[in-house]
């Protein structure tokens, strides 16, 4: 087996830390360089070398104003990140896994995975509490605390309670649960987790969550729901008084193409066909969303839906063979 010699190992942390320096600033001269370092100028010159000949462009300007930069280059040499660039990078890639770009899911996924390998295991816990608690439907947050992200991931991987506050109605009130997944709607961050109060489900919106601990009281996982479907049916649907189901006339792919996925839940019924459920303050939005996507469309859910809308279709013709003159016209 093949020991590094001290003089091998100094040199490499040298060259790494003159890497390092490099991807802080855009230029160094030789001199600020050799200072940072405790070496010589020729001694900079000598890693810079090294660094060339295992991929990284170093560019050296002549002159006034000269000095070393770190340039792009034809392959992608290794990244040299410290803990909270790592963090953030990681935060990053979880939004990515759950964009609408194709590909950009299953990319940010691997690139998230080779992130974790090369991670010391301080950080490499943190990374792992993001990527293995949180699912996805839909893209685009609003912002959230990243320690709040941070806390309930871990939550979540360690199957620990947390405590935090709340609102319901006018109040905020301490809320007690156990958390099971972090899910990313098209617009924010939800907690699926089991209300230890309540003795039910619940769905938090992360956003608005406060005072947010971890607990060291871990709990054994019970039988639990799909969490990206029950997040986004809870946010579609079960938060509205009124709630419908559709058998619409055209395919799921093109239906969730004009639907927002916190909208409404679309699920394959054949190739042409789809199951539309969304819930609303009345029973008149709930079937302008469906009438308005265009589409001829069968009321499953609930019947008294029927005669809402045939006293919509009624309301809607009236309106159409009756036109009233705009004010202060003269009528011909």
Known sequence: MNVASGDERDTTERVLTLLGLLQQRQTWTGPELADRLGVTTRTVRRDVERLRTIGYPVHAGQGVGGGYRLGPGQN????????????????????????AVTGAGDAALRALTKLDQVLPTRLRHEVRALSGSVESFGTGHTPVDPEVLMTLARACRDEVETCFNYPSGSEVRPRRAEP????????????????????????????RMTEVSARTWHFRPRPTPDAATYVQEGVASRVYPHRARFLVHASADTVRAQIPASAAVVRHRGSERCEV????????????????????????????????????????????????PTPGMQEP
């Open 76 to 99: 992608l040499p290794p990244l040299l990140l410290d803990d909270q660039e790592a963090i953030a990078t990681a935060v990053s890639l979880l939004v990515g896994a759950g964009g």
């Open 180 to 207: 099971y997944r972090l899910v990313a709607s098209d617009r924010r961050w939800y907690l699926l987790a089991y209300d230890l109060d309540r003795d039910d489900w619940r769905t938090f919106r992360a956003d």
């Open 277 to 324: 459920l969304s819930g609303a303050a009345g029973l008149d939005a709930v079937l302008m969303h469906v009438l308005l996507l265009g589409h001829d469309f069968e009321i499953l859910d609930p019947p008294e839906l029927g005669s809402r809308c045939r006293a919509l279709a009624e309301r809607l013709l009236a309106a159409g063979t009756t036109v009233s």
